[in-house]
């Protein structure tokens, strides 16, 4: 894990809550400046909806398991951590998975496999060996609500940029009226596909770093 | 270093408590769960015989609307090796439904083909269940694709059952069906479990035929 070389750039070992909180949701963001979790990322953004629910995903076993590794650090042992780990991370990847199935099966369906993948994003993994494993309860309860707040910011930006250019619409809604519907706008499909992602996502990391001079190798975290 | 004994033993009682929290969640559950698989069958369904519904109505509603406009041919069930269902239509009478599945390029493909009365024009097809390429296999789910199969026939000219998926089919021809570019493997799967359909339906009616000779 890189992760364990971040502690000199600030924030990222330091306890206390509101450097936590800064650090995940902006300063360490996991997808823009770690580029974790980009499988996901790229898969699941076609429309705001599926981000939404994706990140909610997300943010819930993140901070599940960052509480239950946190709170079993001192009795864990080493050898087997990280088995531990993978196995609390699935126990709550597999409730959520079970949730959307009985209440949100739309969803469920269209999420598809990505929600159960959750067990292998880099992102909730990353937290829970590199900061949960080190820290008490609350401030990992913290920590996994950052990273699942900076994860679903550039989800839903990502989101938002394919649905609007993709389908002209944001959650479900039309804006823009395509011409397959008698509009003006002419639908633009790659958005929708894996490529819209890609484009996307690197624009909104290149106006990331624009706009936190992230061009310095020294705050360059590297995944 | 903890012993290994106390390691077994951490691993074990992990194990249990994660075990029991999925066992827990999965039979609170598991009914609503069903519910929503027992709803979008009872959908589908009701697509393919173009029976009206409201697309927001709650799970358990769908169920109960469908059994009460879909019945079940339990006879023909059983003649074609998969389930049957009929329903009658204000235009064009008695339809069939008829489930097929079989294998996709990479994952099984599942569907509903619907014929109308004479049990040999394609009211309309649908494939619920695929894991094709998307934007290229996953093409048999859209819209476009499965409406170029309304009004054809699973018999060709010399009335021989079968269909066709062919490049320049949907041309003309009443049992072709224009392939999807880019998916040759998808389009040849998707032709053989509908003949292995077709052909069982075929065998069934010329016995019906021979039965009332």
Known sequence: MSDNSGCKHGGFCGGKGKETMKAGVWGINPVAIQVLGICSALAVTTTMMNSLVMSLALTFVCVGSNLFVSLLRDVTPRRIR????????????????????????????????YVGLIITNCIVMGRAEAFALQNPPVVSIVD???????????????????????????????????????????????????????????????????????????????? | MKSNFY?????????????????AVNELTKDAYAANLAAKKARNIM???????????PAKEIVKISEDKVKTDKARSELYDTPVYYSDHPEYGRLWAI??????????????LCLRADMKTIHRITFYKQEET??????????????????KTIYDGAGKPGMALTPTGGKGKAHEIDAITGATITSGKVKDMLNTLIEKIAKVQAEEVSDVR
């Open chain 2, 99 to 112: 489930e097929f599945s079989g294998d996709g390029m990479w994952k099984p493909v599942e569907g509903l």
């Open chain 2, 134 to 151: 998307p934007g290229l296999g996953a093409k048999i789910a859209d819209p476009p694709f499965q409406d170029s199969f309304q009004g």
């Open chain 2, 47 to 57: 697509t393919v015989l173009g029976i009206p519904f409201d697309a927001s109505t």
């Open chain 1, 82 to 113: 990280m088995i531990a780990e993978v196995a609390i991370i699935a126990t709550f990847v597999i409730i959520f998975d079970l949730l959307l199935k009985a209440f949100y099966f739309e969803m469920s369906e269209q999420l598809g496999p």
């Open chain 1, 144 to 223: 996994g609500l950052a990273n699942g707040i900076g994860y679903t910011i550039v989800l839903c930006a990502v989101g938002f940029f394919r649905e609007l250019f993709g389908a002209g619409q944001l959650f479900g809604i039309t804006i823009f009226e395509t011409t397959s519907k008698g509009g003006w706008y002419p639908q633009n499909v790659v958005m929708i596909l894996a490529p819209g992602a890609f484009i996307t996502l690197g624009f909104l990391i290149a106006l990331y770093n624009y706009l936190s001079g992230a061009n310095d190798p020294d705050k360059e975290a590297t995944s």
């Open chain 2, 7 to 23: 390691t077994i033993v951490y691993a074990a009682v992990l194990a249990l408590v994660c075990a029991t929290a999925l066992t």
